[in-house]
Every structure is written in C-alpha cells, then in structure tokens.
C-alpha cells in the first residue's frame, strides 16, 4: 500500500497545498516514510538474527557476541520508541484534526480560533513530540526511581503505582478522545448528504473521507482493544503493550487508506497508478517540496 500512497500524495501535491489538511497531510507523508524505514530495519535485524545465529554460537570472544548482538538491539529498541511516540502523536493529531473540522463544519465563527498559520502549526507539532517525549522520560524516571527505594520504604511501592497508573491514564485519555473524535464526524456525515444537492460538496465529496475516516478508525481499533482489554483486565501493563504494538501497524494504515480514499480524485488517481510503468516513473523522481500557505476557505476538502 505505501508506494501507492506515495504515489497519490506525490501526483496530488500541488493540489494540496491549496487545502486547510496539507499541513498534517505532509507531516504524515513523512511520518510514513519514516516508519517504513523502520520496518524495513526490523525485518533485517530479524533476517540477520537468523543467519548469524550459527556464527553466534561458535563465537569463542564474549565480547564479540555481545557487540554483535547489542548494538542492534539498542538500535531496534530506538528505532521501536521512536515509531511508537510517532504513532502516538499521529493518533492525537489525527483526534486534533477531527474536533478542528468538527467546529469548523458547525461553527465557522471559529475559524480565527482552530486554523493556524504555517508557523504555528509548526510549532505545534514541535511542541506535541516534546509533550509526549516528556511523557515517556517522566514515565521512566518515576518507575526506576520508585524501584530503587521501594525496598526501604514504602513510599516506593506508592510511588510506582502512581508510575503505572500515569501511563494507564495517559493511554485511556488518548485512545478515548481518539474514539469520541471519530464519532464527531457522524453528524457531519448526517449533514453533508442532506446537502449532496449543492455542487461544492458535489464536487468535494467530504463524506467519502468523513466515511472511510470513521470506517478506518472505528473498526481497526475496536477490533483488537476490546480483545485485549477483556483478556488481560487484570493486568493493564500487557494489554497496553499490545495494543500499542499493533497500534504501530494499524495506525499507519488508517492514515494511508483514509488519503486514498478521501475523495474521488485520489481514487481516479491511485487506479491510474496501474496504467503503464505511472507508478514506478513517479516513485523514482526527486521530490520538490515547497512551503504554500493553505486556503481556510476550503476547510471541507
């Protein structure tokens, strides 16, 4: 799915410079390459395990092994924590993005207030990494520092309930307000196709992107949470490990196919990508990026 993505997003550009979304279209464009880097290095750290597993055995030099084996796992480990806190902002930014079209839709009054500028929004997807990086080195400190006195004094067993119990917290509100966000879109829904009529949602067609957002985001999650929540309800720590190791593979594909198929456009587009070698000229030129301020006005795009 992903060079198709890439080719959609690619052709389409310069058309999406023109659109409120193009900011966090672009940000998530390179959120996309990025964890596909990171599957790509995941699947040859495990292909590497695999055929040096002989060479590891016979491996007289401890030290060797260790060397051998460490360093790509502390780069595994990285490069896991980086995709994690970049599914995770792209699962609050995907909310942010719900509630802004949400008020933009019913109250347009607010446009003043939920639109920001090329450089507020940069210092807002600044400003949310470093809130949810803080949030996991706080994390950290609070559980290994609780540890380390538990032994002596019991305010070392409140204290790392107060650790669990932040990230159970923080986990709850983000995946809550991720669920309320898609069931924002159902009242707008409701109100696009009694106005199917007019010819600017005619020609836009909001509530295929309202639809396959709401579909994507709905089913996927609500497929595997509840799962995991009712199997392992007394222990919260391995359902919240879980569900945030398939969040790294499900939320890639919910942004994917939601830009597929948010309007008829990008659906036109991605089967043209099959004609010919299209797909391969397009993935094979250099990108052009350029900084175009987008157009508030066409906020149901």
């Known amino acids: 799915m992903f060079p198709f993505y890439v080719y959609v997003n690619r052709v389409n550009r310069e058309r999406d410079k023109n659109t409120l979304v193009f900011p966090m279209i672009d940000h ?3 959120i996309m390459k990025k964890t596909q880097a990171i599957y790509c290095f995941l699947w040859f750290f ?5 055929e040096k597993l002989e060479d590891f055995e016979k491996q007289k030099n401890p030290l060797h092994v260790y060397l051998m084996i460490g360093i790509p796992l502390v780069a595994l480990f990285l490069c896991l924590k980086a995709m994690l806190i970049f599914i995770q902002v792209s699962q609050f ?3 942010v993005m719900a509630i802004q079209k949400f008020l933009l ?3 347009p009054t607010s446009q003043k207030y939920t639109i920001l500028s090329p450089n507020n929004m940069k210092y807002f997807i600044r400003y949310s990494y470093c809130l949810f990086i803080v ?3 706080i994390g950290v400190i609070m559980v290994n520092f609780s540890k380390k006195i538990m032994k002596n004094d019991v305010k070392g067993a409140e204290l790392t309930w107060l650790a669990i119990h932040f990230d159970v917290i923080f986990f709850a509100t983000l995946n809550i307000s991720f669920f309320i966000s898609a069931l924002l879109y159902i009242p707008i829904l409701i109100s696009v196709r ?4 007019l010819r600017s949602v005619q020609e836009s067609k909001p509530q295929i992107y309202i639809f396959w957002q709401t579909i994507t985001v709905l089913v996927v999650k609500m497929i595997y949470t509840p799962y995991f929540l009712f199997v392992h309800f007394d222990n919260f720590k391995t359902m919240i490990i879980l569900t945030r190791m398939l969040d ?3 939320i890639p594909v919910i942004i994917q196919i939601s830009y597929l198929t948010c309007n008829r456009q990008n659906v036109i587009t991605l089967f043209a990508s099959f004609r010919g070698m299209k797909l391969i000229k397009e993935l094979i030129k250099p990108e052009v990026t350029t900084r175009v301020s987008p157009d508030p006005r066409r906020h149901l795009v």
């Open 28 to 30: 998530f464009y390179g």
């Open 46 to 50: 495990i292909f590497f395990l695999f």
């Open 93 to 95: 930014f995907l909310t």
């Open 105 to 107: 839709y019913f109250y």
């Open 135 to 137: 949030r996991d080195i």
């Open 194 to 197: 009694k106005k199917s009529h």
């Open 248 to 250: 790294c593979f499900s």
